[in-house]
């Protein structure tokens, strides 16, 4: 089982600032990776695929990197709806979620 | 609009059942792998079935296997989750999603795209 880490369990930031969330892989999952978000209340909604491929209608400020173990997910200048849980998943065998990071206001 | 909606959830007594169901209104769910996810409360996400287009493969989750079973009938455009005895820790909710794909290495690879709404299901005396 590929098993998934993400740091930090919780990002304090403040609005129009940068976080910074990251995700490592218990072994290679080359670039089958994705990120999700939720909101309370909410389904999990896709965000990025192929490691940095932005989901449709995703605005420009997610961006994601990495490849083989260690991925990074950037939120640039966060805005009010940007605070929220994030899930990183592989899904290069079978399908694997991390603990998820909460994104919360400063 | 491209939308999934859950319905069958419930409270139910350990080693009862429960039928989920997952219908598709904006697009054709024929065309696409589907996948039933659960979120136990306060914790993360978890896989929990598979099936093909034409549900000629399944796969599930080791906890699961033997006791939920998954189908789909294409022509009502939906998507099903029969779980019997159903313990407390299949408390959860549980959402349904397509699978989009990608193909790289040689192989090809399944992330989970557009989601349901969810559905809670309570196991409980």
């Known amino acids: 089982e590929r098993v998934m880490t993400q740091s930090p369990a919780t990002l304090s930031v403040s609005p129009g600032e940068t976080a910074t969330l990251s995700c490592r892989a218990s072994?290679?999952?080359?670039?089958?990776l994705a990120w999700y978000q939720q909101k309370p209340g909410q389904a999990p909604r896709l965000l990025i695929h192929?490691?940095?491929t932005r989901a449709t209608g995703i605005p420009a400020r997610f961006s994601g990197s990495g490849s083989g173990t260690e991925f990074t997910l950037t939120i640039s200048s966060l805005q009010s709806e940007d605070f929220a849980v994030y899930y990183c998943?592989?899904?290069?065998?079978?399908?694997?979620f991390g603990q998820g990071t909460k994104v919360e206001i400063k | 609009e491209v939308q999934l909606v859950e319905s069958g959830g419930g409270l139910v007594q350990p080693g009862g059942s429960l039928r989920l169901s997952c219908t598709a209104s904006?697009?054709?769910?024929?065309?696409?792998?589907m996948i039933w996810v659960r979120q136990a409360p306060g914790k993360g996400l978890e896989w929990v079935a598979n099936?093909?287009?034409?549900?000629?493969?399944?796969f599930f989750m080791d906890s699961v296997r033997g006791r939920f079973t998954i189908s789909r009938d294409n022509a009502k455009n939906s998507v099903y989750l029969q779980m019997n005895s159903l313990r407390a820790d299949d408390t959860a909710i549980y959402y349904c999603?397509?699978?989009?794909?990608?193909?790289?290495?040689?192989?090809?690879?399944?992330?989970?795209?557009?989601w349901g709404t969810g559905t809670t299901v309570t196991v409980s005396s």
């Open positions: 999603a397509t699978l989009g794909v990608s193909y790289n290495y040689g192989y090809y690879s399944y992330y989970m795209d557009v």
């Open positions: 904006g697009f054709t769910l024929s065309s696409y792998w």
């Open positions: 099936i093909k287009q034409d549900s000629s493969d399944k």
């Open positions: 072994q290679s999952v080359k670039n089958n």
């Open positions: 192929g490691a940095s």
């Open positions: 998943q592989q899904y290069d065998w079978w399908w694997t």
